[in-house]
């Protein structure tokens, strides 16, 4: 089981000259500091319009700046929105070639097609398309990366013969994941041949059936890329404290927090009738327990909060499902003070992460002596 940081980059009201800046300096030194602990890899996302539930618009800048701070962390997408309105596949291309080369061959590809309305609606995208965008934007991309000269004339897209440059530093190129939210989506994955980017928080028992399904089917895919990513990632949140009864109580905090802002996001479907968006996605589970950023009713299911105790049992029951990474929420409106966010990382990495390392992992023993 490997360990992963997850970004929304939540910016709380009222936003100020400085606001923002906080909060990225902070994520920014959560990562390194992580890069230190040991940890894989840190993602973000691509969303626009999300008032304090995103001020990520740009995560090939936030990675990039991540890359230059940190020796051996991995930078992911969490994901690209792969529709034309919102990014073009040359460019697409080409940021992600550069941001390869600026880490060192770093760099995790996450894809997928955005769920609110209120973002596809802002760029003027029809969400009955986007399925069919994401499908051939992820199979060209593996071939802009690593032909000399390409041309291409498709349903959404075209381009006459040119050589894209340059070309990413892993060979033959970066890893490529799908976001997973609404049911199905692992197939998709699956038939790809592209990991399972997790982002909803779903129970053991429903993980554990997406990730055998998922597991049947690329055994026999046709992979848009050069190779098979067979990965599968979940996402959780994460407060590690000694104390287990003010681990949970403060991570209850978070993850109350990040619920009442998810719970208010205008879902596709809610807006536009369209069986291309067949769920709300993550909303559902979490609109049951966004009462306030307050409530919170004990410690759900699977949650890595409380003391390391907890957590690994929790932990463990996500290695069972089959799931080979964990990708941590930290905090949302920063509603945790952030040393007590750096202190639970180091927490968690000294108590947490030697229980789920295999024999010679150096890096990963390292930080757990820490």
């Not at 934007?137 to 381009?159: D, I, N």
């Not at 299911?301 to 907890?310: M, T, Y």
């Given at each position: 089981m490997?360990?992963?940081l997850?970004y929304?980059?939540?910016?709380?009201?009222?936003?100020?000259?400085?606001s923002?800046k906080?909060?990225?300096?902070?994520?920014?030194?959560q990562?390194k500091?992580?890069d230190?602990l040991?940890f894989?890899s840190?993602?973000?996302?691509e969303?626009h319009?999300?008032?304090e539930?995103?001020h990520c618009?740009?995560?090939?800048?936030?990675l990039?700046a991540c890359?230059?701070?940190?020796k051996r962390?991995?930078v992911?997408?969490?994901?690209?929105?792969?529709?034309?309105e919102f990014?073009?596949p040359?460019?697409?291309?080409e940021?992600?070639?550069?941001?390869d080369?600026l880490?060192g061959?770093?760099?995790?590809?996450g894809?997928?097609r955005s769920a609110?309305?209120t973002?596809?609606g802002?760029?003027?995208?029809n969400p009955?398309?986007?399925k069919k965008?994401?499908?051939?934007?992820?199979r060209?991309?593996p071939?802009?990366?690593t032909?000399e000269?390409y041309?291409?004339?498709g349903?959404?897209?075209?381009?006459?013969?040119?050589?894209?440059?340059?070309k990413?530093?892993?060979?033959p190129h970066?890893p490529m994941w799908?976001a997973?939210?609404?049911?199905?989506t692992e197939?998709d994955?699956?038939?790809?041949?592209?990991?399972?980017l997790?982002l909803t928080?779903?129970?053991?028992?429903?993980?554990?059936?997406?990730v055998?399904t998922?597991?049947k089917?690329?055994?026999?895919c046709e992979?848009?890329g050069?190779?098979v990513n067979?990965k599968v990632?979940t996402?959780?949140?994460?407060?590690?404290?000694?104390?287990?009864?003010?681990?949970v109580?403060?991570g209850?905090r978070l993850?109350g927090?990040?619920?009442?802002?998810?719970?208010q996001?205008l879902?596709?479907?809610?807006?536009y009738?369209t069986?291309?968006?067949?769920?709300l996605?993550?909303?559902?589970?979490?609109r049951q327990?966004?009462?306030?950023?307050?409530d919170?009713?004990?410690?759900?299911?699977?949650?890595?909060i409380g003391?390391?105790a907890r957590?690994i049992?929790?932990?463990?029951?996500?290695?069972s499902?089959g799931a080979?990474?964990?990708?941590?929420?930290?905090?949302?409106?920063?509603?945790?003070p952030?040393e007590?966010?750096?202190n639970s990382?180091r927490?968690?990495?000294?108590?947490?992460m030697?229980?789920f390392q295999?024999?010679?992992?150096?890096?990963?023993?390292?930080a757990?002596?820490r």
């Amino acid at each position: 089981m490997k360990f992963g940081l997850f970004y929304e980059i939540s910016v709380p009201r009222p936003w100020t000259r400085e606001s923002e800046k906080t909060v990225y300096d902070r994520c920014l030194e959560q990562v390194k500091l992580a890069d230190e602990l040991g940890f894989e890899s840190v993602f973000a996302v691509e969303h626009h319009f999300l008032e304090e539930y995103s001020h990520c618009p740009a995560p090939e800048l936030f990675l990039t700046a991540c890359a230059m701070i940190t020796k051996r962390i991995r930078v992911g997408h969490g994901i690209i929105v792969c529709v034309p309105e919102f990014n073009h596949p040359i460019k697409i291309a080409e940021r992600n070639a550069v941001l390869d080369i600026l880490s060192g061959g770093r760099l995790e590809v996450g894809t997928g097609r955005s769920a609110t309305w209120t973002e596809l609606g802002g760029f003027r995208a029809n969400p009955d398309e986007t399925k069919k965008t994401w499908d051939e934007f992820v199979r060209c991309l593996p071939q802009m990366w690593t032909q000399e000269r390409y041309s291409y004339q498709g349903r959404s897209w075209s381009m006459p013969q040119r050589t894209i440059i340059p070309k990413p530093y892993q060979k033959p190129h970066p890893p490529m994941w799908v976001a997973v939210t609404s049911p199905g989506t692992e197939i998709d994955a699956a038939e790809r041949g592209m990991g399972s980017l997790g982002l909803t928080f779903g129970g053991f028992k429903e993980q554990e059936q997406k990730v055998n399904t998922y597991r049947k089917i690329i055994r026999n895919c046709e992979p848009v890329g050069k190779f098979v990513n067979e990965k599968v990632a979940t996402v959780n949140f994460l407060y590690c404290h000694n104390d287990d009864a003010e681990g949970v109580k403060t991570g209850l905090r978070l993850t109350g927090t990040f619920n009442y802002l998810a719970s208010q996001l205008l879902a596709a479907r809610e807006a536009y009738p369209t069986k291309s968006y067949p769920s709300l996605g993550l909303l559902p589970s979490l609109r049951q327990e966004a009462s306030g950023p307050g409530d919170a009713s004990g410690a759900p299911e699977g949650i890595a909060i409380g003391n390391p105790a907890r957590i690994i049992k929790a932990i463990k029951a996500w290695e069972s499902t089959g799931a080979d990474q964990i990708n941590f929420l930290l905090n949302a409106l920063e509603t945790v003070p952030q040393e007590q966010v750096l202190n639970s990382l180091r927490l968690f990495a000294k108590e947490v992460m030697p229980h789920f390392q295999k024999s010679g992992d150096s890096a990963t023993a390292a930080a757990g002596g820490r």
